[in-house]
Nanobody, 126 residues
């Protein structure tokens, strides 16, 4: 079983910074991709940033230039550095990972599963 444990949320004033962390634990073969989603009250969950094991990144337009995603493959941990935070960044932030399991199926293929963290609240005051 794979688990994601997040940390780093909190309350910050507009213009401030926060750093989120998400560590994966359990038994797995690899984690091809990790990312951060967020969900504000009354809105759909949206992808904020994602990163592959090779370091390729992707960001939603609204955070480009302000947020930076990174990962430490040796620790199976992904980070989200959030600078110049705005009130509209207020949301619950969820860590997400695409995980390849160890066990192979009858045809020798590994199964990929999607795992979610429990979420961490980020509140930006104006």
């Amino acid at each position: 079983q794979v688990q994601l444990v997040e940390s780093g949320g909190g309350l910050v004033q507009a213009g401030g910074s926060l750093r989120l962390s998400c560590a994966a634990s359990g038994s797995f073969f690899s984690i091809p991709a990790m990312g951060w989603y967020r969900q504000a009250p009354g809105k759909q969950r949206e992808l904020v940033a994602a990163i592959t094991s090779g370091g390729d990144t992707n960001y939603v337009d609204s955070v480009k230039g302000r947020f930076t995603i990174s990962r430490d493959n040796t620790k199976n941990t992904v980070y989200l550095q959030m600078n110049n935070l705005k009130p509209e960044d207020t949301a619950v932030y969820y860590c997400n990972a695409k995980v390849m399991l160890i066990v192979k199926d009858f045809w020798g293929r590994r199964t990929q599963v999607t795992v979610w963290g429990q979420g961490t609240q980020v509140t930006v005051s104006s």
